[in-house]
C-alpha cells in the first residue's frame, strides 16, 4: 500500500469534520463544501488536471487537487490556466489547515436581504447543555493531528481547553431597514486569551468522558469577562452593511450605512464552561496547535492560524 493511499482515509475523516460532503468520484474522491463553494480532489491515478475539472460541482470557488505524487510541469501549467491549485506530499501538511478553515456561520447579505421579519421580542435561549456533559468529542486522533502539522518525531499532546459557551439568538437589518429573521448560533468565549467563536446548534458532541490521554487547563478569564466579550463582539459581527440610494438632480447617491442590531435584538442566554479538544505539537519550529475538531491549525496565542 502507498503512502497516498495510507493518507486517503485520514484526509476523508478530516474533510468530513471540517463540513465537506465526500463522495467517490472516477477521478478519485470529491470533497465539497456548499456554505464557502470550496472544493477538494484527492487524485485517483494519472488522471489529468483538466479530467478532473469536468468533475468538479459547477460554480465551486476555491478548487484544490491533491495528488500523490508531482505530476509534473505540463500538469501544472494546465491547472494554472484553469485556476486549479496543485498539492502534494511534501505541499500538503502546511495548506491543510487553510483548507480545513471552517467558513464563517450565518447568511450573506444577499440571503439576508430576502428575509421577512419576525413577529414578537427576541427571548432570551436557554442553556440546553446535558448535565454531566461537558466535554466535545474530538473528532481527529493523533495520526489526523501528525498529517495536518508535517511534523513527525516530536512530542503530541492532547489537552482541554476550557471554553465560556452560551446560545444566543440575534435579528440583524435587512434591506431597506426591515428587521432580519431571528437565527440562533452558540458563542464560545476562549478560557485562556479571550478569543470569541461562533459555533453552529448541534456541529459538537458533548461527552462526559474520552478514553484518548489528555491534560486539562484550567480557564483564567475572569468572572463575569466572557458575556462582555460575548456581548461586544457579536454585536460587531452581525453589524451588517446597507445601502441607501437616493436620486439628487441627475446624480444617483449611493450611501453605505453600517447598522448593528437592535438593543433588543441581540440576547445572550447562560453560559457553562465546556472543554475543547487541542492537539500540542512540541517541534524544533516552535509550537503548532490543531483544534481536534475541526482540523484548524492555530497559532500558539489561540488565533486562527491565516490564510497562505
Known amino acids: ?31 465539497y463544501r456548499s456554505a464557502d463553494r470550496r472544493a477538494v480532489v484527492i487524485v485517483a491515478g494519472g488522471a489529468s488536471p483538466l ?27 494546465a491547472a494554472a490556466e484553469h485556476g486549479l491549485e496543485i498539492l502534494v506530499p511534501e505541499t500538503l501538511g502546511p495548506a ?4 480545513l478553515l471552517l ?10 436581504a430576502g428575509t421577512e421579519p419576525p413577529a ?23 495520526a489526523e493531528a501528525e ?11 492532547l489537552r482541554l481547553v476550557p471554553y465560556f459557551v452560551a446560545p444566543y439568538r440575534v435579528r440583524e437589518p435587512a434591506a431597506r ?17 479571550g478569543r470569541l467563536e461562533v459555533w453552529e446548534p448541534r456541529d459538537r458532541e458533548l461527552v462526559a468522558e474520552i478514553p484518548e490521554p489528555h491534560e ?13 466579550i460575548a456581548e461586544l463582539r457579536l454585536r460587531e459581527r452581525h453589524t451588517v452593511n446597507v445601502d441607501h440610494t437616493e436620486q439628487h438632480g441627475g446624480a444617483l447617491v449611493i450611501e453605505r450605512r453600517r447598522i448593528p442590531p437592535a438593543p433588543d435584538d441581540l440576547k445572550i442566554g447562560a453560559f457553562a464552561v465546556l472543554e475543547v479538544p487541542f492537539w500540542y505539537v512540541e517541534g524544533a519550529d516552535g509550537r503548532v496547535v490543531i483544534d481536534a475538531v475541526s482540523g484548524a491549525r492555530i497559532d500558539a496565542t489561540g488565533a486562527i492560524a491565516p490564510e497562505r
Request: aromatic share 4%; charged share 30%; hydrophobic share 35%.
Open 216 to 228: 486539562r487547563l484550567e480557564p483564567t478569564l475572569p468572572d463575569g469577562r466572557a458575556r462582555e
Open 103 to 112: 467558513p464563517e456561520s450565518g447568511m450573506g447579505p444577499a440571503e439576508r
Open 96 to 99: 491543510l489547515g487553510e483548507i
Open 177 to 193: 431597514g426591515r428587521p432580519g429573521a431571528v437565527r440562533e448560533y452558540l458563542a464560545a468565549v476562549h478560557g485562556l486569551n
Open 147 to 157: 498529517l495536518i502539522s508535517g511534523v513527525d518525531g516530536f512530542r503530541y499532546t
Open 1 to 31: 500500500m502507498s503512502d497516498g493511499e495510507d493518507r486517503e482515509p485520514q484526509l476523508r475523516r478530516l474533510l468530513a469534520a471540517a463540513r465537506y460532503q465526500v463522495d467517490a468520484a472516477s477521478v478519485g474522491l470529491l470533497a
Open 120 to 142: 414578537g421580542p427576541i427571548e432570551i435561549p436557554v442553556t440546553a447543555f446535558p448535565p454531566g456533559e461537558r466535554i466535545v468529542r474530538p473528532r481527529l486522533g493523533r
Open 51 to 77: 479530467e478532473v475539472e469536468k468533475e468538479l460541482p459547477p460554480g465551486s470557488v476555491r478548487r484544490t487537487l491533491i495528488y500523490p505524487e508531482e505530476p509534473g510541469p505540463s500538469a501544472r501549467g
